[in-house]
DNA sequence: TTTTAACACGAAAACGTTTTCGTGACATAT
DNA sequence: ATATGTCACGAAAACGTTTTCGTGTTAAAA
């Protein structure tokens, strides 16, 4: 077992300093080409690689960024990280990562046990429970110990840092006006309840949409679910909840959903009551994820471009790590990400 | 802006050495109450937290262990990744992640990149491209230096690792039973080309049913996709070879499919020659997927129990690290995590 | 021959901890 | 009055780097 060797080592070895073998090792004009090539000969051989945990010490920068997510088991999320990753990479970051299970508490606790040293700045989308509870606290300590925070999808205004949202609203408003061109009258929406930021800004464009094509917003047709639960867990509970929904209300010729799975359960729904779709009921998620894809038929949605946010997260972090030095004044920027309407065959 | 506090600066404030606040914020029976009293209430009033770099390079540990996985966009990966993360947090361990990305060499810079002390010990599953050049320096290189290592799912057996595998072989045996029980007569297999280990043992599960069985095994029957481009990349030409494949052999009754995809692909490929699932065709995948609880129908699956190996892999690693102390001769062991058949609407 | 400058290297501090050991002050025992 | 012991604390080393500054040696310039 030849465990890593260090400059130490190294300078006892060869009868040197350890100043003189970090010098020669970084090729310092001080050092004599002589004793120079000695030393690179010699660190080569014994694989030397310089400690990091040393230079983070040292340097007090880990290159580490922190990811603090709800969830990983899902395909948002994960394409996130995936685009995380690839820049941090890109640019010489490591990446680190906490999932807070929608829990305010492990979402506090891991960004604590992160902030200590561990990394140089966060990268989080919120709990729902932090989203409830409007506790922010956490968020706000760690930015006042001076470590920068790039918030994604689900942000709030009241933090002051970088965002990287997607526009919400407008992707909503889209695909509500998509199915109104296809020839909807009576459009459901599926949505969550309103203490989560998306889910309220998809609403809002659904509801923005109806009524500046004049269709009047009925209540009866706005189904909000519960979201603290896990998804998989209340499927069955959704199931009922939209057949009672399409059962009370049989004119229904469109759905627009504000995530992946409400929509599918709504194909499926119909399905079983029936109705085909698209010929019978037209149907619109919202989301990145594999399950539209390759649901049957496919499902039309608004793409989020989670990767792209991932990326851009991550550049707007590493950015404000590596311009730290100029203390110039604090400018935050909120960038918003497109959506995009990918339209397969759940809509005409 | 409120940097963190040190232990100099707290005895600085204080006007005492920083042994005695180190020692009095641990409680130490060296330094008197009032003294301790009046450092603990001036630490807790500054938030006093240890630096966790500091700390890392005093004890030689890290408490952060590395996952290094090929995909982090699928589900089988991220449940794993979740399952190592719920016990190293329970374990007071963080996770570091690296993607390959299936790319040797990014495999290779990934782990070297963290191996310089930025953990205590990989959690690992090949990828594929180093399946293929079969090069696992990097491995033993690794291992040679004292950092431990448990590789899941892809694993090569002449690394010695603790490793956490699924009962690929058995798990696949199993479902093709369950398709002869079901009175299937004719089995095609979809599955990919043999360096993928677990590709390899799910081919022979089939083939042992099949003959165990007394059932012909015919080579036209068996489908070996190249695994090397991205699935969905090479979804078109999945789909149209198996559209081949079900066409030159119209007997066919039953699939066997070594993952997610090729399943779905195999019902979708049925569904447009007017085959029904299950009546006409039973298909059977190999995952731990969403896809085929969503699909229509249901996709009955092999269930890989993720999570679990995840879990498994993480105590496996951390029990391994807290009992580098003792010397004992090395001993390694393979858990075998055993599949579960979750039978939905793909069969009878 | 003396001064100056370049050269090649080493000592030491610093990053933030923990921990061992030493020591001065005081009280108790002889 | 001296020896012994306890108490409460500080100095310093160590983890592995980088970097500034100091210094001894040699060669060139005066």
Same mark, same amino acid.
């Given at each position: 077992?030849?465990?890593?060797?260090?400059?130490?080592?190294?300078?006892?070895?060869?009868?040197? *300093? @350890? %100043?003189?073998?970090?010098?020669? /090792?970084? $090729?310092?004009?001080?050092?004599?080409?002589?004793?120079? !090539?000695?030393?690179?000969?010699?660190?080569?051989?014994?694989?030397?690689?310089?400690?990091?945990?040393?230079?983070?010490?040292?340097?007090?920068?880990?290159?580490?960024?922190?990811?603090?997510?709800?969830?990983?088991?899902?395909?948002?999320?994960?394409?996130?990280?995936?685009?995380?990753?690839?820049?941090?990479?890109?640019?010489?970051?490591?990446?680190?990562?906490?999932?807070?299970?929608?829990?305010?508490?492990?979402?506090?606790?891991?960004?604590?046990?992160?902030?200590?040293?561990?990394?140089?700045?966060?990268?989080? *989308? @919120? %709990?729902?429970?932090?989203?409830? /509870?409007? $506790?922010?606290?956490?968020?706000?300590?760690?930015?006042? !110990?001076?470590?920068?925070?790039?918030?994604?999808?689900?942000?709030?205004?009241?933090?002051?840092?970088?965002?990287?949202?997607?526009?919400?609203?407008?992707?909503?408003?889209?695909?509500?006006?998509?199915?109104?061109?296809?020839?909807?009258?009576?459009?459901?929406?599926?949505?969550?309840?309103?203490?989560?930021?998306?889910?309220?800004?998809?609403?809002?464009?659904?509801?923005?949409?109806?009524?500046?094509?004049?269709?009047?917003?009925?209540?009866?047709?706005?189904?909000?679910?519960?979201?603290?639960?896990?998804?998989?867990?209340?499927?069955?509970?959704?199931?009922?909840?939209?057949?009672?929904?399409?059962?009370?209300?049989?004119?229904?010729?469109?759905?627009?959903?504000?995530?992946?799975?409400?929509?599918?359960?709504?194909?499926?729904?119909?399905?079983?009551?029936?109705?085909?779709?698209?010929?019978?009921?037209?149907?619109?998620?919202?989301?990145?994820?594999?399950?539209?894809?390759?649901?049957?038929?496919?499902?039309?949605?608004?793409?989020?471009?989670?990767?792209?946010?991932?990326?851009?997260?991550?550049?707007?972090?590493?950015?404000?790590?590596?311009?730290?030095?100029?203390?110039?004044?604090?400018?935050?920027?909120?960038?918003?990400?497109?959506?995009?309407?990918?339209?397969?065959?759940?809509?005409?």
């Amino acid at each position: 077992m030849n465990r890593k060797i260090t400059l130490k080592q190294i300078a006892k070895e060869l009868d040197v *300093s @350890i %100043s003189t073998v970090s010098k020669a /090792l970084k $090729d310092s004009p001080e050092i004599s080409d002589d004793t120079k !090539q000695k030393i690179q000969a010699f660190a080569k051989l014994y694989n030397y690689k310089p400690n990091n945990i040393a230079l983070s010490l040292k340097n007090r920068k880990t290159n580490t960024i922190g990811i603090i997510i709800p969830e990983i088991v899902h395909h948002f999320f994960s394409k996130v990280i995936r685009g995380v990753e690839l820049v941090a990479n890109q640019r010489g970051y490591n990446v680190i990562i906490g999932l807070s299970n929608e829990s305010f508490s492990k979402e506090v606790i891991n960004m604590e046990m992160l902030a200590n040293g561990s990394i140089d700045g966060f990268i989080i *989308s @919120i %709990s729902k429970e932090t989203q409830q /509870l409007q $506790d922010y606290h956490h968020l706000t300590a760690t930015i006042n !110990q001076g470590m920068p925070i790039v918030m994604f999808d689900r942000v709030v205004s009241e933090i002051e840092c970088d965002k990287v949202i997607v526009n919400d609203f407008n992707g909503a408003k889209n695909a509500v006006e998509k199915l109104i061109e296809n020839g909807c009258k009576s459009i459901a929406l599926i949505t969550t309840k309103d203490y989560v930021s998306v889910g309220k800004l998809r609403t809002q464009g659904y509801i923005d949409a109806l009524s500046e094509h004049n269709l009047t917003l009925e209540s009866n047709l706005m189904l909000k679910m519960d979201d603290t639960l896990d998804y998989e867990e209340h499927l069955d509970l959704l199931e009922s909840e939209i057949t009672q929904l399409f059962k009370s209300n049989q004119k229904i010729d469109g759905v627009f959903a504000v995530n992946e799975l409400y929509a599918l359960s709504a194909m499926k729904v119909a399905r079983k009551l029936g109705l085909s779709v698209p010929e019978d009921l037209q149907v619109i998620g919202f989301t990145d994820g594999v399950l539209s894809k390759h649901a049957t038929p496919g499902l039309t949605t608004v793409s989020q471009h989670a990767q792209q946010m991932g990326e851009k997260a991550a550049h707007l972090l590493i950015d404000k790590l590596e311009s730290e030095n100029t203390d110039q004044e604090e400018e935050y920027q909120t960038v918003v990400i497109t959506t995009d309407l990918v339209e397969r065959e759940s809509t005409k």
